[in-house]
């Protein structure tokens, strides 16, 4: 991802520090911390937040683990534990097993 940057409009790179203290710009007031005071708790959000978060939007909407595994850039399978049984997730099985009851019995 790209940005303009600085007093020369200069295209650079947005990093891992830039999002990680944008995030932690924005949790402050949103969660009414203090930026001295919980900086502990502070620091515990970074660029990892986005990605389980960003894992467990894709699964409700339907992406496979492999899809999340690809797009999200992980290696293993440690996407697995970010999974959530949400609401949506939930219906969705619902409709599944209810379609299912209707199909014919092939036994």
Known sequence: MLCHHGP???????????????????V???HQLHPVDDRDAIQKWGTQSLRA?????????G???LD??????????????????IALLSSRQNRAFNKALG???LY
């Open 8 to 26: 020369d409009d200069a295209v650079r790179l947005v990093t891992t520090t830039d999002i990680e203290w944008f995030m932690r710009c924005l």
């Open 28 to 30: 402050a007031p949103v």
């Open 53 to 61: 978060g960003a894992c467990v939007v894709l699964h409700a909407m």
């Open 63 to 65: 992406f496979s683990s």
């Open 68 to 85: 999340i595994k690809w797009i999200l850039r992980w290696r293993s399978m440690a996407i697995v534990s970010y999974l959530r049984n």
């Open 103 to 105: 199909m014919p019995l």
